[in-house]
């Protein structure tokens, strides 16, 4: 159909460091709290139930969970995933696929 939607569950206090250079993604927020910041602005933009975020550019960036409470997003990536994709999250780089 030319997209994937997958449920995405970020863990409390968990930062993850994120880049898709072969996929577009937008994000909407159905439980938590969190922050998404640009990697190559700094901008932070608060993330609540009912938000959805938008990478349009393969932006760099960095989600965040506020400490109390998972974040759970529904993703929607385009091209569609394969299902093989795996993150590899490091504090050194960004997780690509």
């Known amino acids: 159909m030319g997209f994937t939607v997958a449920y995405t569950v970020v863990n409390a206090g968990s930062e993850s460091r994120l880049q898709y250079q072969r996929h577009l993604e937008a994000c909407y927020c159905i439980s938590g709290h969190g ?3 640009s990697a190559d602005s700094s901008e932070h933009y608060v993330i ?3 938000s959805i975020y938008v990478l349009d550019k393969h932006d760099p ?3 965040k ?3 109390d409470q998972d974040l759970h997003l529904i ?3 385009n ?3 394969t ?3 795996q993150h590899h999250l490091s504090e050194d780089g960004f997780s690509q696929y």
């Open 83 to 85: 299902g093989k994709e």
């Open 65 to 67: 969970a506020d400490a």
């Open 79 to 81: 091209p569609p995933l």
């Open 75 to 77: 993703s929607v990536f």
């Open 61 to 63: 960036h960095i989600l």
């Open 48 to 50: 609540e139930p009912g």
């Open 35 to 37: 922050s998404v910041i």
